[in-house]
């Protein structure tokens, strides 16, 4: 059911995916314990001609490097464990079921301690007035338990799906956002305004795209891309549960 050349590329069993491809030794290598040297495989899912957004899968073995974030990304790790620190001083360990989003501009180097697989979206934004230094966090949302009541799709066709969620981080200018979004049962017409990347945690729901009919059914651990100007109808069948940027 993975397909990417759909109108919403998507891949089913993220966690368990591995037709990737090799790519290659990781830059900017620094002294690493036993000296292991990151090496990279994934899957691009979804890229503009410009690759503003790029999204995808992405799988590194232990090492470490330094890094330079060139715009937002926000990562879901899937399995795997590392250690970001960053040169402003923030410091942060991150392993399953966790969410981070490093802002345009971040600096710092990452070791890798256990081989690491994530999806993740790196987004169009560029470093911005206002725009935070450190990473933002967000340590198993599904456990989470308190949820900002979000409101009710206003575009329902049946049914009375509510949604609630947790705002992750979102630019000044608004230019994107990241988060942990949850919807209840429904059925509801569906236009994506801005370009969003979204990892389905749990539920299910079915998307079809309202001029092709194609259809794409969301189950736990499907990670997808909506462009920009996506437009159809979504049922959802059973409480879906998501990590998302929206860009």
Known sequence: MTNLNSTAPHIHGAARYDDLVDWG???GDLPAPGGATSHSHGRLLWKTP????????WVCTPGRWRLSVPRDE???????RATYKGDAGDSLTVGPRDAVMFPAGWQGEATVEETLRVTYILSASEPMEGTPKAHQLLRDPQ??????DWGVIPTMIEGESRTAGLLLHREADRSAECGFWTCTPGFWTCHVTSHEYCHFLEGRATYTHGETGEVIEITPDTVALF???????????????KVYLIV
């Open 25 to 27: 030794a990781q830059g």
């Open 50 to 57: 410009v690759r503003r957004p790029e999204t995808g899968l």
């Open 74 to 80: 926000f990562l879901w790790v899937l399995s795997g």
């Open 143 to 148: 456990a989470a338990p308190d949820l900002k």
């Open 227 to 241: 462009p920009k100007d996506w437009k159809g109808t979504c049922r959802v069948h059973e409480t879906v549960k």
